[in-house]
């Protein structure tokens, strides 16, 4: 799938937005890390010198791996770096910096900068794509160049919609039928003209938020006609608690797109529409009723606050709050859940082609960006959950100790997940030029693109561009792990151990069916995958593995044959004499498989050269791959998408 220029340009209206939510945290000042007074962290209040204090920096689980920094709860406070060093923690303030962010951040010791080149962290806007090369090796900021493809409404049915055509309405069911208008009005008024004249409708500007735009109808008759739209078909029959509707915010978090890393936040936000549902005709006009969004409800002089994280009262609960309520009668909640999941792994699933492309051309590192969704969900009358929208700059607004109960603890997580380093001062002090190359940072936990071996490469090729690949010969790619494959590794099981309240859904132990959803296969999805495969069950045998390499040295480069997938003398599992057996010394990557990526550099051009010059070809041993242009295997024996490879 390629990404034309059009869909590279993020559109105005999500650009400037502040948030979905009705109230924002936006502030006009860049000069100062302190919150607006006014909106504070209830549990900040009264905390005096006896809190906790924890060490600044966490180590890795392994050895020549730099440690991250540590961000707090409020109830803890973070103990000083020497003077060096906390002159580095740098973070660049955002209109639309939250202050639950302000306040995590202010309590690792994080001080404000307007320069563009000496600070280590961002959250703010997202950026059309282009301004993503801006952005150097040691800075994160909280979005991916792409993302807008599921965060965007009319990209995200589309593509959902693709998904559904591809792989069947079996795994793509969780979303209501959709047209995107003016493109789809011929087969939208044929759908409308066969349907029950009581059926509803619900439209949406395509690039909206916090419920602006949106309506319930039922007659051609009120359908605009002169803006574009989406048009669904409205969940008519929704779960009820007390006769009230409502929607599930569910926090995501994806720290990588290649390899594909995805995090589900254990709490969220349950809002209710603040009047009593009724399906009858003449209350579609009722928003109180029909929408579940805060800042609609709020302006209802019934909508009832809460405060209490426990309580299962008023207009907005905890998400933990409504699984101890429906566990209570008698609900599988963790059957609920389990869906729910599902729906996240395969939407994220859905952008990641875009992104990926995207981060390719426009970003030097992926230690450089990281992102939080919202994801809405709502819950029909048999508790299945169907997705509403996906939000990419979701509302951490915090006004009652509810919100920060959920979104603080949230955002102490997502920043210890993030894996903030602490630069060398040589890497902030000058900007450096768009080719640098410095990665001294990040030592150990970073490796620029062009520090990736010929051998690398050639493995990555191998792996991702079979035609046949099952479980037997996947898992010999962690036979012989190179210096990237230990740093990916590595750095995959120090996030884990980093986890906090957040669950790690992509890769895991029970994730490899989602490897066919990809439009092409990425090597270290596969790499992450056969791990888990390996070492869930006993993980510290995969640790105590990796530590042992890392103590070496591996994941900084070695000249170790045993670390060289092209010279190590093992022997793949493969049978050779089976028709799809492949003997990987005389292994031949064809210039054709490249012949489907826009983008490829002139590394890969070499390693196309390299394989295909190393060894002559030989009856029964060799393999031209296009995987494109293949056939597709049987599901039995592939547990791989077929499609242009990637590596």
Sequence with gaps: ?????????????????????????????????????????????????????????????????????????????????????????????????????????????????????DWLGCWGHHMKSPSFRTLREHQKLNHFPGTFQIGRKDRLWRNLSKMQVRFGKQEFSFFPRTFILPQDIKLLRKVWEDSSTRQKWII??????????????????????????????????????????FDLRIYVYVTSYDPLRIYIFSDGLVRFASCKYSSSMKTLSNKFMH??????????????????????????????????????????????????????????????????????????????????????????E???????????????????????????QMI??????????????????????????????????????????????????????????DQDFLSTVLDVLTPEDVRVLAESEDELNRVGQFERIFPSPSASRYLRFFECPRYFNILLDQWE???????????????????KGVHLGTTDPA???????????????????INRSRVVVSQQLFSHQDNYDALDREVVSLCSQSVAPSSGSSVTSSACASPLPTPTHSLLPQQSAAY
């Design 563 to 581: 670390h060289m997938w092209s010279k190590s003398s093992y022997t793949s599992k493969v049978d050779p004499h089976k028709g799809d057996g």
């Design 204 to 245: 949406k500007p395509p690039a909206s938020a916090r419920g602006i735009g949106i309506q319930v109808i039922h007659k051609w008759s009120q359908m605009p006609r002169k803006r574009p739209l989406l048009v669904q078909k409205y969940l008519h029959k929704p779960y009820l608690i007390s006769g009230n509707k």
């Design 533 to 551: 495969q390996k070492y869930w069950s006993s993980r510290s045998k995969g640790i105590d593995l990796l530590a042992a390499l890392c103590q």
């Design 382 to 408: 048999n508790l299945k959950p169907w997705i509403l929208e996906v939000n990419i700059s979701p509302s951490l607004h915090s006004s009652t100790a509810l919100d920060v109960s959920v979104k603080g």
């Design 291 to 380: 929408l579940t969004n805060y800042s609609v409800n709020k302006k209802n002089s019934e909508y009832q606050t809460n405060s209490d994280d426990k309580a299962c009262q008023g207009h907005k609960w905890a998400l933990k709050a409504l699984w101890q309520y429906l566990g209570a009668q008698g609900v599988n909640t963790a059957l609920i859940w389990q869906k729910i999941k599902d729906i996240v792994i395969k939407t994220v699933i859905a952008s990641e082609p875009y992104v990926n492309n995207l981060l390719k051309i426009n970003v030097r590192t992926p230690h450089s960006c990281h992102e939080l969704f919202g994801f809405d969900i709502m819950l029909d």
């Design 1 to 117: 799938m390629q990404v034309d220029g059009a869909e590279e340009e993020l559109p105005d209206e999500l650009e400037n937005a502040c948030s979905d939510d009705g109230d924002s945290d936006c502030s006009s000042s860049t000069a100062s890390i302190s919150p607006r007074s006014g909106i504070e962290e209830p549990m900040l209040l009264g905390v005096g010198d006896d809190r906790e204090e924890r060490p600044a920096l966490v180590p890795s689980l392994f050895p020549l791996i730099p440690p991250t920094l540590y961000f707090s709860t409020a109830n803890e406070k973070v103990e000083l770096l020497p003077v060096e060093q906390r002159r580095l923690l740098k973070w660049k303030m955002s209109t639309v910096t939250p202050n639950v962010v302000k306040h995590t951040i202010t309590r690792s010791h994080f001080k404000a900068t307007k320069k563009r080149y």
């Design 412 to 469: 102490r997580d997502l920043l210890n997940l993030a894996g903030f380093r602490i630069p060398q001062r040589e890497d902030v002090i000058a900007p450096c030029s768009s080719d640098s190359s410095s990665t001294s940072s990040l030592c150990g936990g970073v490796r620029n693109k062009s520090d990736v071996s010929i051998d690398e490469k050639m493995k990555r090729a191998f792996y991702i561009t079979q035609r046949f690949a």
